[in-house]
Structures are given as structure tokens and as C-alpha cells.
T-cell receptor, first 113, second 109 residues
Framework: SAVISQKPSRDICQRGTSLTIQCQVDSQVTMMFWYRQQPGQSLTLIATANQGSEATYESGFVIDKFPISRPNLTFSTLTVSNMSPEDSSIYLC??????????FGPGTRLTVL | DAKTTQPPSMDCAEGRAANLPCNHSTISGNEYVYWYRQIHSQGPQYIIHGLKNNETNEMASLIITEDRKSSTLILPHATLRDTAVYYCIVRVEGNQFYFGTGTSLTVIP
């Protein structure tokens, strides 16, 4: 299994600013993903973080708003850019080895004022 | 988009088996069924997964119908700590998970 940590665990941000969320895995994983969970809702996949290349975004999510980096097999970042109150959500990362189970981080709770 | 449908909520008496159904009628031949649960908005916790055969581990059993169009997660002896939202997910070819709305399970003392 893999243990995934995220930083920060929570933050309160002002409208128009940006926040970068870090995701660290304690072992190398081939796959990493970012999700958003709006209040009272299920998880929505934002993108697949590809090591050494541009992330693959799901419909409704764009790189300018949610730039993602993945410099190696254990680390990824998600930036929420030019934030508005509608971006208030929990952001989660996950990682896994190919077709095996994915392990999820604890999430980053973001509030935008 | 999610390929699964689940009842929005269920109750189960403590100590009894909890049987959580899931429909995935459009599942493809090489797509796995995964179950996760989420407690108090923590990160989802892996429970079990399977392709065709029934599976059992220390947490639960997974029963997949022969046509693979539906499955049931069984928690054999539910406890209060099993109260959570349970997600049934079909893992697609690129290994992405598309979450449905899940089933909110309440275990009643």
C-alpha cells in the first residue's frame, strides 16, 4: 500500500489569489490523480497527473485554472488559480500502481472568501 | 462519467450483515469493479475490488453477477464505525476512477 500526504490540510484564501497544494507519496507510483469534492457532493476527477509531461484534464477543467506538475513518481502539485468562492472545496490526490487500487490523500479543505 | 448507480441511502442494524448493491450495466469486459468508503470527508478508503469472481478480504466480500452488470458489497457484521458513504466504481481503461453519488450507510445501534 501507499501512504499519501497533502499540504496544506486546509486554507482560507482571498478571492483572486492562487493556492498550490502538494501531494507526496511514500513510494513510487505510476498513476497520480487530482479530484475535487464540493460540499455535500461526490468526488469529481480533475485530471491525471502525468510524470514528465502535461496533465490530462477532464471535461470542464482547464490547465490555466488548475495547473498541475508532476516532476517525479512520488510528488505532484495542483494550483488553484485566480480563486473565487465557487472554488471552495476539498481537493484530493490519489496514487496507485497501474491497475491496482488507488490510495487517497486526506484532502485539502479550501475556503475562498 | 460514472458507470455505476447505487441507492442513495441504507440503514443496517449493528451486528447484522450490510448488503450494498451496485448496478454497472455498461461495464466492459476488462473493467474492474472497485469499492471505497469515505468517512467524515476523509480521503476515500479502499475496501475491495474484483473482475469476474467473487472476492473476500478482511473487510468485506464482493459478489459480482455472472453477467457482470451488477455487484453487491457485503459487510458481514456491521459496526457503528462502518457508518460512511460507500462508492462503487468501475475503473476505466486509463485507470481513472469516476465516482458516482454513492450510498450513505447508517449502522443503527
Amino acid at each position: 500500500s501507499a501512504v499519501i500526504s497533502q499540504k496544506p490540510s486546509r486554507d482560507i484564501c482571498q478571492r483572486g489569489t492562487s493556492l498550490t497544494i502538494q501531494c507526496q507519496v511514500d513510494s513510487q507510483v505510476t498513476m497520480m490523480f487530482w479530484y475535487r469534492q464540493q460540499p455535500g457532493q461526490s468526488l469529481t476527477l480533475i485530471a491525471t497527473a502525468n510524470q514528465g509531461s502535461e496533465a490530462t484534464y477532464e471535461s470542464g477543467f482547464v490547465i490555466d485554472k488548475f495547473p498541475i506538475s508532476r516532476p517525479n513518481l512520488t510528488f505532484s502539485t495542483l494550483t488553484v488559480s485566480n480563486m473565487s468562492p465557487e472554488d471552495s472545496s476539498i481537493y484530493l490526490c490519489s496514487g496507485g500502481q497501474g491497475s491496482n487500487e488507488q490510495f487517497f490523500g486526506p484532502g485539502t479543505r479550501l475556503t475562498v472568501l | 462519467d460514472a458507470k455505476t448507480t447505487q441507492p442513495p441511502s441504507m440503514d443496517c442494524a449493528e451486528g447484522r450483515a450490510a448488503n450494498l448493491p451496485c448496478n454497472h450495466s455498461t461495464i466492459s469486459g476488462n473493467e474492474y469493479v472497485y469499492w471505497y468508503r469515505q468517512i467524515h470527508s476523509q480521503g476515500p478508503q479502499y475496501i475491495i475490488h474484483g473482475l469476474k469472481n467473487n472476492e473476500t478480504n478482511e473487510m468485506a466480500s464482493l459478489i459480482i453477477t455472472e453477467d457482470r452488470k451488477s455487484s453487491t458489497l457485503i459487510l458481514p457484521h456491521a459496526t457503528l464505525r462502518d457508518t460512511a458513504v460507500y462508492y462503487c466504481i468501475v475503473r476505466v481503461e486509463g485507470n481513472q476512477f469516476y465516482f458516482g453519488t454513492g450510498t450513505s450507510l447508517t449502522v443503527i445501534p
